[in-house]
Every structure is written in C-alpha cells, then in structure tokens.
C-alpha cells in the first residue's frame, strides 16, 4: 500500500528538474514554479468559472435612461425645455437672465403697437406650422391635423378685433418671417427637428403663454381675453392627446434621432424669444 507520508520539503532543494514536456493543453496551475519552462502559463480555471468569465464579459450593459424616458418621449422633451428657462421663468430653470424676455412677465412694460407685432409674426409662424402639417410631407405629420391646438383662425380674429379699434395692423417682421422660412426648410428634411419645434411653439403657449396673455391684458386691454388665450373644448384633454400621438410617433426612432430632436430645443427657444421680444418693443 502506498505511503501517505507528505512529501519531505527538502525535495524542493534538490536539483531544478529538466522538463521539456507541456503540460495538458487548456490547464495550468499558480502552484507550479516560476523557474519552469511553462511557468507563464495561465492560472488554472475550473469549467464553471470560465463560463461565469465568459457570461460578464458578453452580457450587455443596461442603457442609460434618459431624463423622463420611463414616461415616454414628450417628457423627454418636456425636461430639456424647462432646463431652458430661467429661474424667474420657472422653478425647473436653469439658465440666467440676460434678454429682458426672460424675466418674469410680471416685470415687463409691453407696448400696445409691440403685441401686435408679436401677434402678427406668431400668426405666420402659426400660418407655417398648420400648412406644414396639412401637407405632411412625412407620413408622421398627418397625425397632428385638427388637434384642437391650433391657433392661426383665433389670431386672425384677435387681430381683426385690434382693426376695429383703430389699431393699424403691421407686416410681419423679421423675427416671424426669418422663423418661418426655418420650419418650412426643416420640415423637408428633418422630421424629427421639426416636431421639437411642433412641440415647443404649441405646448409653450399653453402654458407661459397664457400667462403672458393674462399678464399683457391686464396692462394694455382692461384684462380683455383675446382669442389666442382660448380653446374649443377641455385643454388638458387636447394636449393629452397631443402627446399620446407624438409619444407614438417616437417610438419608431431610434435613439440617435430622439436626442437629435432633443438638440434642437435650444434652436426653438432662440427664435421664439425673438417674436416675444416683439411685446417689449
């Protein structure tokens, strides 16, 4: 019977052994010696750890979540918005004030002759956006015909109505006709850039511009409402079927195309700051 005496350590001092023969292909151990010729060999790796190795590397990492991407694209765009705003705009903003558009409406001095021209220059931009989506040179514009949002019609009455108060009613300005000009090109050949200034431009008044309405009616029309300030039918409902559709819409983008329509956010506040810098004209 073999001895199951251990091995004496003094067998480690004898003389480095000659071994030219490999071991096994695929198994190596961190016990053998430094000093033998296969010493670089790799550590010795039971099957389930290699699996386990294996498994870690290929998995794919979880993706990173968007800001509001959990309730859907138009929160996405809802975020990068209010990131836009200033503080006096809103609480979510971020930005400082530097253009007196941007301070809040309460500290404004608007002049009659400067709403009109907002009114008219939002008019064509309205105008624009409207024949736009009648026209739906993509597919995707078609499901934003007759939302309930739009605003060209009130407009032309608010603006008939100055008429007839003895107001002479301007041309459309720079800032409109130079907005205008920049949606219809977009619209040709980039949706997805297009909708973020669908989105903003309508959303937008909805929301600071009725309170600009309520604000500049006060200060210039006895708190007249004008026709730009009004729905037909429940408000909150029309803008929740809004963003069901536009929330559809994205979800045939890729995310490459989401956050390109995220990037023009910044674009739309700029030329919608330059019409509502009309009102302090």
């Known amino acids: 019977m073999a001895s199951l005496t ?46 386990r190795t294996v498994s870690a590397t290929t998995a794919e990492k979880p993706r990173k979540r968007y800001p509001g991407e959990a309730k859907g694209f138009v929160e996405e765009m809802r975020f990068v918005a209010m990131k836009l705003h200033t503080r006096e705009q809103a609480k979510e903003g971020e930005k400082e004030v530097k253009k007196p558009e941007e301070r809040s409406v309460g500290k404004w001095e608007p002049s009659v002759d400067g709403y009109l021209k907002f009114l008219v220059d939002s008019k064509l931009v309205y105008d624009t ?69 669908f989105y903003n431009i309508y959303f937008a008044h909805s929301a600071g511009g009725r309170m600009i309405g309520k604000k500049v009616a006060e200060k210039l029309l006895n708190k007249k409402e004008l026709e730009f300030y009004k729905w037909d039918g429940d408000l909150p409902q029309l803008l929740q079927n809004v963003r069901d559709k536009l929330n559809k819409v994205a979800e045939s983008w890729t995310r490459d195309e989401k956050n390109h329509c995220l990037e023009e956010t910044e674009k739309s506040f700029e030329y919608s700051g330059e019409i509502l810098r009309l009102i302090l004209s």
């Open 6 to 51: 251990p091995i004496s350590q003094s067998h480690f001092l004898l003389k480095k052994p000659n071994l030219t023969t490999p071991p096994p292909s695929g198994l190596s151990s961190s016990f053998i010696p430094k000093d033998l010729p296969y010493s670089k060999a790799k550590p010795f790796v039971l099957p389930w750890m290699a699996t």
């Open 129 to 197: 956006l409207e024949g736009i989506i009648d026209k739906a040179d993509f597919p995707s514009y078609a499901e934003f015909r007759n939302t309930g949002l739009e605003r060209s019609d009130k407009l032309a009455k608010d603006l008939q109505w100055f008429k007839e108060q003895g107001y002479a009613i301007p041309e459309p300005s720079s800032p409109g006709v130079t907005y205008a000009e920049y949606l219809k090109e977009l619209s040709e050949k980039d949706p997805q850039a297009f909708i973020c200034h």
